[in-house]
Structure formats: structure tokens, C-alpha cells
């Protein structure tokens, strides 16, 4: 079972259908990850005829959807108006980041302490499938942010998931989404300092080398932060 959520939680970007998935099921992730992609804009206002076309839900069963995702800070309800995709600002994303080292950071040190010699080998997958996709940006190959945002999520998930928190888990998959919309809407990459970060990253948990790894987590948030705000899309 612990394998099982590892796999479905590493590929939360994954919008393909899974064994026993409902129709609203596959909607919401295809809905929240179109929100978190950007193809569904800041501020969009969402008519539930259009995204029945698109998702092929239900009306009732899209503003159940849409009701989640405005739990989860994706969506704004405006009462009898509707919904809309939650608007973005700079001082969002700075309280996200804040969150989001609160949380991961708390979940690492748990992880590095419980986990097994299985998780590490996650951990190592995990980043070797996310430093494949670093690779392909940096030789510029267009197109390829969203996948690896995706692959950048396996790998940091892969580092906490030994943490055996199933609530903390949940509440820092959503921050993450949230967080993650704003490199998906920057359209832009760090580059080889953020990849070193995650090489580093990934040894010094492997070596369970704990306050090294927060700290370092803590200071590869913070950069990822400063380089999104300074590509000017969020001015």
C-alpha cells in the first residue's frame, strides 16, 4: 500500500486514468492541472457548460470539483456568480514558499530518520528522471517546463515520503500545486545552479545528513523564489 501511494503521489502531474478512477476523478486532476499548467489563466472565469464539453463531467458533478479546488486555494467561489482560477501575486508566492519550507522541511528530517533502503532507491529514481529533464532545458528544447515541474514534484515528494505523515502529506501536496503555478506561469528555469542544488540534495539525504539537507532546502526555495519573481511575469 505504501509503494502503491508513492507511485500515484510521484505522479501527481499524471492526469492518465487509473485503475478504479470515477469520471470526476479524472476531471479534477485534468482540471487542477490545467490550473497549476496556467492553460487555465489567473482570474479565468469557469462556465461549467464549457468545461462539461472539455472534462465531460457532469454539471453537478464540476461544481462539486470546483468546490474542492476552492478548498484547496485553486479556484475562487463567487457565490451565485460561479468560479474562477484563484489570481496570483507576489506576496502570495512568498507566503507559499514560506509554507511550503515549513512543512517539507519538517517532513525531511522525518523521512531521512525512518526511511528504508527502498526509499533511497526512490530518492535516486526519482532524481534521475527529474536531472534528465534539467538536462533537455538546459539545451533549450522548448516545451518542456510542465514536465518537469512534474518530475521536480516526484523528486522532492520522493525526499519526504518516508516522513509517514498522511496529513502532513496532503496539506504540502497542495501548497506545492499552488507553489508550482508560478513556475508554470514564469515559464522559466533556474538552470544549473538548481540542478546542482538537487544532485546535492539528493546525496545529502541518502546520507542522512539532516539539518545539511534542510538548510540546503531552505536556501533552494528561496532561490527558486527570487528567480521567478525576477523574470518579471508577476509585476
Known sequence: MAAMMLKYEGQRFDTMEREGDTVGEIAYRRIRLHIVSGQLKPDEKLKLDDLRQVYGASVTTLRELLNRLAVEELVTAEGQRGFRVAPVSRAELQDLADLRILLETHALRQS???GDLDWEAEVVAAHYKLAAMER?????????????VAADWG????TIA???QPVLARTHATIFDRFARYHMLALTF???PAA??????????????ADAAVDLLT???H???????ASGAFD
Open 219 to 221: 536556501r533552494h526555495i
Open 155 to 158: 523528486f522532492h515528494y520522493a
Open 162 to 164: 518516508a516522513s509517514r
Open 112 to 114: 531521512i530518520d525512518r
Open 223 to 229: 532561490a527558486g523564489v527570487a528567480h521567478i519573481l
Open 136 to 148: 533537455d532545458l538546459m539545451e533549450h528544447n522548448a516545451g518542456t517546463i510542465e514536465k518537469w
Open 196 to 209: 546542482a542544488e538537487h544532485v546535492a540534495l539528493r546525496d545529502l539525504v541518502i546520507a542522512r545528513k
Open 190 to 192: 533556474r538552470g544549473q
